[in-house]
């Protein structure tokens, strides 16, 4: 849980940070609009902003200022178009490439800054020779390192929280179930029991595992056993069982009722140990997150999407588990989060 507040606590510190940054952009317009000059602390932000390359910011607010500004707002929105093509590129995934793009927008406003000084340069040399100098004002700088300063923290966010990821539904018996979303009251409603439980029945979270939460049930109806699933309270320690998630759930290849389930589309009395073997287990079960990994060490093969951390998103895994001689053992599929650890 403390991980998932100091991802929250992140996230409102970026969004305070974007928000001055528009603040100062806006005070600009204004100041430029009506012939006034912009709050002094951005003139020191301008001035604090700088490499160890010597570069003199004149203190003073013109229309120049503003055009300056806009220009390099269309570089910075010009460079995450170039950054995109460059990574679709290389990954020839357009998905993956969008993830990239929108997890390293640090490096976006780097490439941004470099172009936006490249011309400004070159702009410097001609007004040189024609004689018409152009300085460099500090309220466009304060401006730049808004955009920078949310950006690197940005960046750093997104390598810790990742990127949302669509949750996995599984269909038992033309019941949907979506884990780590539906509550067991669903699946009562469904005709569902779990075994040796009521709905009132208490649930504990010992939250002593990062695999394990809740309790692992079986899952019947009419008499037939439909696998196993972790019911997890979902924000308490504990809870009664119809109000608690389904983080889990686990069913044994042999079962009688093996046929009847589906992951995402995905009948798994259909498979075998060689579709795990040689096809990609995000294409086996029609699925097409933006960051996943497999993998594959028989006789376990093992999905897991959203890799970067679960501290404020879910991360989910499939797992198929199969005998030396190329039987089923299990299949599962899991969602984990810190809120429940």
């Known amino acids: 849980m403390a991980f998932f507040i100091i991802s929250i606590a992140l996230a409102m510190l970026i969004l305070i940070l974007l928000i001055f940054t528009v603040y100062m952009y806006i005070k600009l317009v204004i100041a430029v609009s009506t012939y006034t000059e ?38 910075f929105i010009l460079a995450n178009i170039f950054f995109y093509f460059v990574m679709y590129y290389q990954t020839q995934n357009s998905k993956k490439a969008f993830y990239i793009c929108v997890g390293l927008q640090v490096v976006v406003v780097l490439i941004a800054m470099l172009f936006y000084f490249i011309v400004k340069m070159i702009l410097f040399f001609v007004s ?7 300085p460099l004002y500090s309220p466009t700088n304060a401006v730049m390192a808004g955009i920078f300063v949310t950006a690197l923290v940005y960046t750093l966010w997104m390598l ?26 669903s699946l009562l409603a469904d005709g569902f029991e779990f075994y040796g439980k009521d709905s009132d029945s208490e649930i504990v ?49 042999d079962s009688e009722v093996l046929s009847q389930v589906k992951v995402s589309d995905a009948t798994l009395s259909e498979l075998s140990i060689q579709d795990f073997e040689y096809k990609d287990m995000a294409d086996i079960f029609s699925l097409k997150p933006y960051n996943y990994h497999q993998y594959k060490r028989s006789p376990l093969y093992t999905l897991q ?36 650890e």
């Not at 003199?56 to 220009?71: C, K, V």
């Not at 040189?128 to 152009?134: T, V």
């Not at 501290?311 to 001689?325: C, T």
């Open 305 to 340: 999407i959203q890799t970067v951390g679960y501290s404020l998103w879910k991360s989910y895994s499939i797992e198929a588990d199969f005998f030396e001689n190329g039987s089923v053992h299990h299949y599962g599929v899991r969602a984990q989060h810190t809120i429940w």
């Open 205 to 253: 979270n010992k939250r002593n595992s990062q695999l394990h939460y809740g309790e692992l049930v079986e899952l019947l109806r009419d008499g037939k056993s439909y696998g196993y699933m972790s019911i997890t309270p979902t924000f308490k320690n504990s809870d009664k069982l119809e109000n608690c998630t389904i983080t889990y759930y686990e069913i044994p290849g």
């Open 38 to 75: 912009v709050p002094n602390c951005m003139y020191k932000i301008g001035q604090a902003f700088k490499s160890k390359i010597n570069i003199n910011y004149e203190d003073f607010t013109e229309p120049a200022a503003l055009w300056d500004t806009n220009f390099f707002i269309l570089c």
């Open 128 to 134: 040189h020779i024609l004689g018409n100098y152009r």
């Open 160 to 185: 810790r929280v990742g990127f949302p990821e669509k949750p996995i539904n599984i269909q038992i018996d033309n019941s949907t179930v979506v884990i780590g979303e539906t509550k067991a009251s």
